[in-house]
């Protein structure tokens, strides 16, 4: 098992910053693939970004791609997503999940085995 917890949301106008952690406990962190998506109200949970288990392949959706970044610390047992330049629509509750096959990654979110709780982000004007 593999227990994760998301922390760092909160609210923030547009053009802003936030960096999001998700820290790990339980099973080897760098065993594991590491991935973060978002669910907006009313809408499906979709893929934001992805790191593979060494931290040196990583892959981010077009729709973040320049404004977002995954990054990682195996030492630390944290994935991390920095995020910039936040949009109105970049308003969601963001997970982080953790995939164990082979320690790469997917886009898919059944393809994860283990989920944080959430954290929200708010995007004002």
């Known amino acids: 098992q593999v227990q994760l917890v998301e922390s760092g949301g909160g609210l923030v106008q547009a053009g802003g910053s936030l960096r999001l952690s998700c820290a790990a406990s339980?099973?080897?962190?760098?065993?594991?693939?590491m991935g973060w998506f978002r669910q907006a109200p009313g809408k499906e949970r979709e893929f934001v970004a992805a790191?593979?288990?060494?931290?040196?392949?990583?892959y981010a959706a077009d729709s973040v791609k320049g404004r977002f970044t995954i990054s990682r610390d195996n030492a630390k047992n944290t994935v991390y997503l920095q995020m910039n330049s936040l949009k109105l629509d970049d308003t969601a509750v963001y997970y982080c999940?953790?995939?164990?096959?082979?320690?790469?990654?997917?886009?898919?979110?059944?393809?994860?085995?283990?989920w944080g709780q959430g954290t929200q982000v708010t995007v004002s004007s």
């Open positions: 999940a953790a995939r164990s096959y082979s320690g790469s990654y997917s886009t898919s979110e059944y393809r994860y085995d283990y």
């Open positions: 339980g099973r080897t962190f760098s065993n594991y693939a």
């Open positions: 790191i593979n288990w060494s931290g040196l392949s990583t």
